[in-house]
């Protein structure tokens, strides 16, 4: 940690969603705490009692999808065995006084990245990454089309015992549900209040800052410079049509996000050009993380419009994306109790640190 990210205490406002602060606190990570373990490498490509690795296909529910579709497969998709939401019951709810309840309808699958066991992101392919985007970007489209019960359908990655992992073997999944997550709604809502007031998403709007803002604040009484902020300082990865960005307001002290340069608020509506970038920049913003804080344990999310008949109508104030969080420290009570997350690196540094490695 530079001199000068070295006693930084402050709480920082998410833009996108003002109801989420961080507080940023380095000389916390001066004290003694429990970090998450770092997963271990596994130089396999085959592991007999995977049921996802190829071969072991009796081993999981029927395919749902696979490319290619015939012959031999890279991504497969099956249902999850033991789902969060299901279609196998219809009941539309229950409502007694203030308690109230919907049914729990929808679909849970599971997406298999990967026919090796112990590959990962950053050691695939960017043609296996732009394949695994259109995999996800053609599932989104058909369970959206299949059911018009579904409001939104959220893809995301959990790697490693602690963010959620059963099984090692790379893995992503998909729910399609009948409500819009409440995160989701939240950056819809203030999105869109960003929107009115400005005419410009906000989404955009921090995309130019990170790309053109810098400044220089003073301290009024001795003249001295208390922070810089300098064009570029929040980039880690660039590509021809995305850009990868470390959060001012970050709740993970890794945390990255990854955005189309252009304005776009669906993720269905990208190109497989678009989806060939967007493997490049996860490749490599990837390979950064790896570099700088191997083996973490972390979940991504995709955030994208939802359903056009779910009646939140975002095309010009939303932006979809995709969020890489990075699970190095484990919550403390007054994380949970207060619902602030805790960073002990400022973000300014972290980024830094993730620039500064050399593909």
């Given amino acids: ?16 969603s003002p109801s989420e602060s961080v507080l940023v606190a380095t000389a916390r990570g001066m004290r003694p705490r429990t970090a998450e373990k770092r997963v271990a ?9 995977c049921p996802f690795c190829k071969g072991n296909e009796d081993k999981t529910p029927p395919t749902i999808m696979a490319r290619p579709s015939e012959g031999d497969w890279k991504i497969r998709i099956v249902e999850n065995l033991y789902p969060v939401l299901g279609d196998d019951r219809r009941d539309t709810g229950i409502n007694f006084g203030l308690q109230q309840a919907i049914e729990g309808y929808g679909r849970h ?51 490693g015992e602690a963010a959620g992992a059963s099984i090692k073997h790379t893995h992503s999944q998909i729910i399609a549900m009948p409500v819009i997550p ?25 995309i130019d800052e990170a790309l053109t803002f810098e400044a220089t604040i003073y301290d009024r009484e001795s003249g001295k410079i208390r922070r810089k902020i300098d064009v570029g300082q929040y980039v880690i990865e660039r590509g021809k049509k995305f850009i990868a960005i470390k959060p001012f307001a970050s709740r993970y002290e890794w945390e990255v996000h990854i955005l189309p340069l252009k304005h776009e608020s669906d993720f269905i ?31 991504f999310f995709l955030h ?35 619902g602030l997350f805790v960073s002990t690196i400022s973000p300014e540094d972290a980024a830094q640190r993730l620039r500064d490695v050399k593909l």
């Fill in 1 to 16: 940690m530079s001199e000068k990210d070295s006693n930084v205490r402050e709480i920082r406002i998410n833009p996108v």
């Fill in 41 to 49: 490498e596994v130089p396999v490509d085959h592991v007999a009692k």
């Fill in 109 to 159: 699958e599971v997406i298999i990245d990967h026919k090796s066991h112990g590959i990962r992101m950053h050691e695939m392919d960017v043609s296996h990454l732009q394949m695994l985007f259109q995999t996800y970007r053609q599932r989104m489209q058909e369970l959206y089309a299949n059911d018009k019960r579904i409001r939104y359908v959220l893809i995301f990655k959990n790697f």
């Fill in 182 to 206: 409440e995160n989701v709604y939240n950056e819809i809502h203030h999105s869109r209040n960003y929107y009115e007031k400005h005419h410009q998403c906000i989404f955009c709007t921090l």
């Fill in 269 to 299: 509506s990208t190109s497989d050009e678009d989806l060939e970038d967007l493997g490049m920049v996860l490749k490599n913003t990837m390979a950064r993380l790896d570099r700088v804080i191997g083996g973490a344990q972390y979940n």
């Fill in 304 to 338: 994208s419009q939802p359903h056009a008949d779910a009646g939140e109508d975002c095309s010009a104030s939303y932006h979809w994306h995709l969020e890489i969080c990075p699970r190095t420290s484990i919550p403390t009570g007054f994380e949970l109790g207060s």
